[in-house]
């Protein structure tokens, strides 16, 4: 079965601090994995992928196929990262499913 | 990338009664995905709908509570039949699109949210 998991609903830092999403995967073949945001008032969109290994707004995400993880991270969090973030995998059958969500706040 | 318009963008409807949520995307898609995201929660996959074929529904969800059209490959509805208030929630369209060097991504509408009194 397909599933992703993010254990933290809500993640309060201070601007200039590292952050870390957590994400882990269950998956029996090889998964393609994302990172959703939604900003206040703004659809659902692509943040980035782990098959391009590219760093987007200062965020990075390994995928660790040995922990089944794909955290994400970026070392300087600021306030305009405030959002829901949402790790999602896409696996068999072509669908995409996404983890419970992590809201971001940036505290000033 | 591709544009997805979903209308209407929000409603409010009597319980009882039943809702057509539009979805038009401005390029041509095999496949095109319906969520339910219900507050707090995160995307719940209802179905899956490809043009000239039924629609694939996830567990835990039906036909008769959500018919899906797909009569062509821009376009899809999804209507919420029979509502109470526990449909109450953000519906959301989504399709596939192919990116540069590889891979692929998930593009959404902006929702419909519905509140059932």
């Known amino acids: 079965a397909q599933r992703v998991t993010q254990p933290e609903k809500l993640l309060s830092v201070f601007k200039g601090a590292p952050v870390e999403l957590k994400c882990n995967y269950s998956y029996s073949g090889s998964p393609e994995l994302f990172w959703y945001v939604q900003y206040s008032r703004q659809r659902l969109q692509l943040l980035l992928r782990?098959?391009s290994r590219e760093s987007i707004k200062g965020f990075t995400a390994d995928l660790n196929k040995g922990e089944t993880s794909f955290h994400l991270k970026k070392p300087f969090a600021q306030e305009e990262d405030s959002a829901m973030y949402y790790c999602?995998?896409?696996?068999?059958?072509?669908?995409?499913?996404f983890g419970a969500g992590t809201r971001l706040f940036v505290k000033a | 990338s591709a544009v997805i318009s979903q209308k209407p963008s929000r409603d409010i409807c009597q319980r009882g009664t039943s809702l057509t949520i539009q979805c038009q995307v401005d390029s041509q898609v095999t496949m095109m995905f319906w969520y339910r995201q219900q507050p707090g929660q995160s995307l719940t996959l209802i179905a899956t709908?490809?043009?000239?074929?039924?629609?694939?529904?996830e567990s835990g969800f039906v036909i008769d509570k959500f018919p899906i059209s797909r009569p062509n490959l821009t376009f899809s509805t999804l209507t919420v039949s029979n509502m109470s208030p526990e449909d109450s929630s953000i519906y959301l369209c989504?399709?596939?699109?192919?990116?540069?060097?590889?891979?692929?991504?998930?593009?959404f509408g902006q929702g419909t949210r519905l509140t059932v009194v």
């Open positions: 989504s399709v596939e699109g192919g990116t540069g060097g590889g891979g692929t991504e998930a593009f």
């Open positions: 782990h098959i």
């Open positions: 999602a995998l896409r696996g068999g059958g072509f669908k995409t499913i």
């Open positions: 709908a490809n043009q000239g074929s039924e629609a694939t529904y």
